[in-house]
């Protein structure tokens, strides 16, 4: 049995890498901290305790006393300002005797800030959406003259779509950066189709280990929202694309030619229906994760295996070892629901 801190507990991210470890062969005692108190009640730990925020001062501090006090085995992170802090101070947890499994340093950078991706991603010849980062209105008027009436806006750091907005009023637009006084961290791009993928992968020293592609068919909430886009997966489906897979890859290795650790790639489709990266959530697995654990793919167990006893699985293929066409279902207050594509074909074709 090994202690593993999970860093985000409560929050979706981390309870769905908790409940792929309760429902794992693993035996953990499971220690969870988060910065919102309210969501440590919806945590499935053994232990709990409340920790600054990752962008305060005092984490790290406060995050090294701990770990000192509670003695992990390993520590995980679900957030990618968490992965950031948590890297940065790398050296002083693994002096404490807690292991990490994450990607170097420059790496998590790289990710953590969208438009440092990019740069990378289109130096490399990698086919991204064409993008300009927002410092002043000069460049908010380029965009419009070099990328089309109708751009996308979103900040270079930040899930869940923060500040992404489709754009074709100039004032609007600005008038939306102004709100986020986001002006040096925000970018506008090319807008892209509706259609998104997601390729999760673990790789050790180099050696990818196992990756699963995703594909989502639509957001919860999203006709709540003016861009459409939540965060949050309201129905997805495992597929297999060899092109999806060469481009994960070669975005992977343009960012890291030794990639460890985790590393899943966002992908958007252009209108000419070629996927284009638009970012690596780093270190940590997305949201949904769970759905793979629930289709028999543990991503967690494997991660944890890894890190803690160099256990590595044994899959009938690295690349896409489940089935096509299972669909995982997402609700508010309700367990999730995994199908298949037939079934939820069927239920739609019998409409009155």
């Not at 020293?205 to 196992?210: D, K």
């Not at 639509?218 to 129905?235: D, H, K, Q």
């Not at 343009?254 to 959530?281: H, K, M, Q, R, W």
Request: with cysteine; charged share 25%.
């Amino acid at each position: 049995m090994a202690i593993i801190h999970v860093g985000g507990a409560g929050g979706a991210p981390s309870n769905n890498f908790i409940k792929s470890l309760r429902a794992s062969k693993r035996n953990d005692y499971i220690i969870g901290t988060s910065c919102i108190a309210s969501d440590l009640f919806l945590a499935d730990v053994d232990e709990k305790y409340l920790i600054p925020p990752a962008s305060s001062q005092q984490y790290p501090e406060k995050i090294i006393a701990l770990l000192n006090r509670v003695k992990p085995d390993f520590l995980h992170v679900q957030n990618d300002y968490e992965v950031r802090a948590i890297s940065r101070i790398r050296e002083k947890i693994e002096r404490t005797g807690v292991k990490l499994y994450l990607p170097k340093k420059e790496t998590i950078e790289n990710c953590v800030d969208k438009q440092k991706s990019y740069s990378i991603w289109k130096k490399s010849g990698i086919k991204v959406p064409e993008t300009i980062l927002l410092n002043n209105l000069s460049d908010l008027e380029e965009s419009f003259n070099k990328l089309g009436h109708k751009i996308w806006i979103r900040a270079i750091e930040g899930g869940g779509g923060r500040g992404a907005l489709p754009v074709e009023n100039f004032e609007f637009a600005k008038n939306w950066i102004d709100h986020f006084h986001g002006w040096g961290s925000f970018t506008a791009s090319e807008l892209l189709s509706e259609k998104t993928a997601t390729w999760q992968s673990i790789w050790y020293n180099g050696e990818l280990i196992v990756a699963q592609s995703r594909r989502r068919l639509s957001w919860n909430f999203g006709n709540r929202t003016l861009s459409g886009v939540t965060g949050i997966t309201g129905v997805g489906e495992t597929f297999s694309d060899p092109v999806i897979d060469r481009v994960a890859q070669d975005s992977i290795y343009a960012i890291d030619d030794n990639p460890n650790g985790i590393f899943s790639v966002d992908l958007t489709y252009d209108t000419s229906g070629f996927p284009n990266p638009t970012e690596i959530n780093i270190g940590r697995f997305f949201t949904t994760h769970y759905f793979f654990t629930k289709a028999g793919l543990n991503f967690p167990e494997i991660y944890c295996d890894i890190a803690l006893e160099e256990k590595f699985p044994l899959l009938h293929k690295k690349i896409n070892p489940l089935p096509d066409g299972l669909i995982w279902i997402r609700g508010m207050d309700t367990e999730p629901v995994m199908t298949t594509k037939q079934e939820l074909e069927k239920l739609e074709s019998s409409g009155l």
